[in-house]
């Protein structure tokens, strides 16, 4: 089953006090790639939440935003950072002596205003509160996400079916055409021979090597057979719940080797045109597939 590289994905809850917003949005990439935005509170999560990506998306661009609101935490707290303070009251003290200054209490707000001071803290968070709660909640997005890269996949897979009978179809026809030019060719040369040498008989056995040779020179029955082999793969392969993007692009390229091969060894109008034909079906497989995982 194709599964395409696009998708969306958003999943939000409230459970005790807490409460988790999360988005997921894929794109295209040759490899895995996985970009996270996090609150500062929830950096220590970040292999867990990897980890559980890595394990639904195998290919693709993958972008996570999460919001956290914890009704419980009281957010930041103030603390007097003492020793800080003394040191600082401490050179207040020999200053004045020093200077032989009247000693004066130093204003308190002065002490605010002086670097390290007060020291800011944000209440920290229980992990192990948080992560079973925000395990379900991105389990959600990347579910709604993966729903989507199926539906995707599935119309690609539809579309790919269509262009595949298509080749075949063109591939069926140059077999016919290949045959047929064979005797074509046999037929025009004996008529171009008869007119350069009209009062002569034509040896039999010197026109059948001649035609002999070109059937051999422009004989296609071995691309013929590839391609049909690469057609069969590549159906084998759509089926198949795995990273295919790769091999499927790499066929299509294999089909369009064949094809032109088929055209300069054929040296015939119409299977000429039915080449062209087969290349432009490829040509828009080829947009598609990169959009498969």
């Not at 199926?150 to 075949?168: P, Q, T």
């Not at 040779?213 to 057979?225: H, K, N, Q, W």
Request: negative net charge.
């Amino acid at each position: 089953m194709l599964k395409s590289m696009t998708g969306y994905g958003r999943a939000e809850s409230s459970k005790e006090t807490l409460e988790f917003s999360v988005e997921v949005r894929s794109g295209n990439n040759r490899y895995r790639e996985i970009i996270l935005r996090l609150p500062q509170s929830l950096q220590l999560c970040e292999d867990r939440i990897r980890s559980m990506v890595s394990s639904r998306v195998k290919r693709g661009r993958v972008e996570i935003s999460i919001q956290m609101k914890d009704n419980e935490n009281k957010g930041l707290n103030l603390e007097l950072n003492r020793p800080v303070v003394r040191a600082y009251a401490s050179i207040f003290n020999e200053l004045n002596e020093e200077l032989g200054c009247d000693k004066q209490p130093v204003d308190l707000s002065f002490f605010s205003q002086l670097k390290d001071t007060i020291i800011v803290r944000q209440d920290s968070f229980d992990l192990e509160r948080i992560w079973p709660h925000l395990r379900d909640v991105l389990d959600k997005a990347l579910l709604s996400l993966e729903t989507m890269r199926m539906d995707e996949g599935k119309a690609l897979e539809k579309d790919f079916s269509v262009r595949l009978n298509n080749i075949r179809g063109h591939i069926e026809e140059i077999r016919n055409r290949a045959k047929q030019t064979i005797e074509e060719y046999r037929d025009k040369l004996r008529q171009r021979i008869k007119k350069l040498i009209e009062a002569t008989d034509i040896a039999e056995d010197r026109l059948i090597q001649e035609v002999a040779f070109i059937a051999d020179r422009s004989d296609i029955t071995e691309e013929l057979t590839r391609v049909e082999s690469h057609l069969d793969q590549f159906r084998a392969y759509m089926n198949q719940d795995d990273v295919i993007g790769r091999r499927l692009d790499f066929l299509l390229q294999e089909i369009n080797r064949e094809v032109n091969t088929m055209a300069s060894k054929a040296a015939d109008s119409f299977v000429s045109q039915l080449v062209v034909e087969i290349k432009a079906e490829l040509e828009r497989m080829r947009e598609q597939i990169q959009n498969v995982e």
